[in-house]
């Protein structure tokens, strides 16, 4: 890799650049480098819009770095965002997603997207990424299938990995949170909900799974119609099973109506979750005291609030006049990786196409802000950790300020 390259990918500095003219842009004009664009897909109204933008805003920030660095000679990199979500559903939208896919695939400028949000997304746009080979870095999708050999014929048909993660999938995330309720929480019995969706299911299939073998008691599950405004029966149900938890695995489109309601009729109980609930878009939505006391994971180091990730988190705030979440930490992560991997298919004096760009990802292995970042053989993080925070209200703070009201707890018990 250029000597260059690797000093500024160190630096954990910069600020926000979406396909700005040249006489935005820092003093010596752009005019001569070669523009090289990166997707980016993310559900940018409705339901999640809110935690979707503090991701973009993460991505942005290490795109922006890179080229007020100069770190890729005689190129640059742009921003092609594009929104997975529609009025209609009110949340992201999957057949938007393919869409998306599809928009990119045919631009041959795009060599590498950033994204998707959600694992539903994942789905829908990687059997199409896939074909084109066109290679995908989520901070975000959790559900384990899209990198699971088992389902390559499905996700993957062109043969080669391109959805990479720089966070953990629900094969730990549910499980780790599962052991926290038994070892710590001392539960003994839960019922499960998710939202129908397919990140949904699939973290509470994983959860379901551990706390079954731990010998938690699941006294149900049922799944939750995201378009539905009243889950008053179905909590009814639940309350007169008298379970010590609830746990639900899902997106803030049923999540902060289950919070709402959730609220008055099982009060006392714990209640956790898995990260589709971790954001402004909670906190907003449901409010408090509803959302207060509720457990959610993250299935990455904890970022924001600790000495490695002080001086950058000042630094974000200071740029787009709001806090950042450990996702928009995870995000400048992915960020990093795709201007690593061009930056060295660059030097090496090879095209720059997707073909080349999708092997540089997959060789990985740098630091980022949650540490060293590489990927296993089908593109999963080698070293997954679950975070546990919980929400706790800090006056002191705007409501919506992801930073101070969500309360880390620690790393969550992987056995």
């Known amino acids: 890799m250029h000597a260059n390259h690797m000093k500024a990918i160190a630096k954990l500095a910069g600020g926000m650049l979406f396909l700005l003219p040249d006489i935005l842009l820092p003093s010596r004009s752009f005019s001569a480098e070669k523009p090289i664009e990166l997707g980016v897909t993310l559900p940018l109204t409705g339901a999640d819009a809110e935690d979707a933008k503090l991701v973009e805003q993460g991505f942005a920030m290490a795109i922006d ?6 770190e890729i000679p005689g190129y640059r990199l742009q921003l092609r965002i594009l929104s997975t979500s529609t009025v209609t559903s009110g949340q992201y939208d999957p057949a938007q997603a393919a869409t998306d896919a599809r928009m990119l695939i045919a631009d041959p400028a795009v060599v590498a997207n950033l994204g998707p949000y959600m694992s539903g997304s994942g789905m829908a746009m990687a059997p199409v990424l896939s074909a084109a080979n066109l290679a995908t870095i989520t901070p975000t999708s959790t559900n384990p299938k899209l990198t699971d050999p088992k389902y390559a014929g499905e996700f993957d048909p062109g043969g080669k990995p391109i959805y990479f993660r720089t966070c953990a999938t629900d094969a730990f995330q549910g499980p780790y949170m599962a052991n926290y309720m038994k070892d710590v929480l001392k539960v003994k019995s839960v019922f499960i909900l998710d939202d129908s969706g397919s990140g949904g299911v699939g973290g509470a299939d994983e959860f379901q799974k551990r706390a079954e073998e731990i010998g938690l008691t699941v006294l149900g599950r049922d799944h939750l119609d995201p378009m539905a405004a009243d889950y008053n ?12 938890a609830l746990y639900y695995a899902g997106v803030a489109g049923a999540g902060t109506k289950l919070i709402q309601q959730s609220y008055p009729i099982l009060p006392d109980i714990v209640k956790a979750g898995v990260d589709g609930i971790y954001g402004a878009d909670i906190l907003k939505g ?35 006049g709001n806090q950042p979440s450990d996702y928009s930490a995870l995000a400048y992560d992915a960020g990093l990786v795709a201007v690593d991997a061009v930056g060295r298919v660059v030097a090496s004096g090879l095209p720059v196409d997707r073909a080349n760009v999708e092997a540089a990802i997959l060789a990985t292995n740098i630091q980022t802000l949650q540490g060293n970042v590489s990927f296993s053989p089908t593109g999963d993080v080698k070293k997954p950790i679950i975070s546990i925070f919980r929400v706790e209200h800090d006056p002191g703070y705007p409501v919506a300020d992801v930073t101070h009201q969500f309360k880390y707890i620690g790393v969550a018990p992987s056995d």
């Open 65 to 70: 770095e890179a080229n007020g660095k100069h």
């Open 233 to 244: 029966v179905i909590l009814t149900k639940i309350k007169g099973l008298h379970p010590d």
């Open 286 to 320: 449901a409010g408090f005291p509803a959302v207060q006391g509720w457990y959610v994971t993250v299935p990455a180091p904890h970022i924001v609030n600790t000495p490695a990730g002080a001086d950058w988190a000042k630094r974000f705030a200071a740029r787009f």
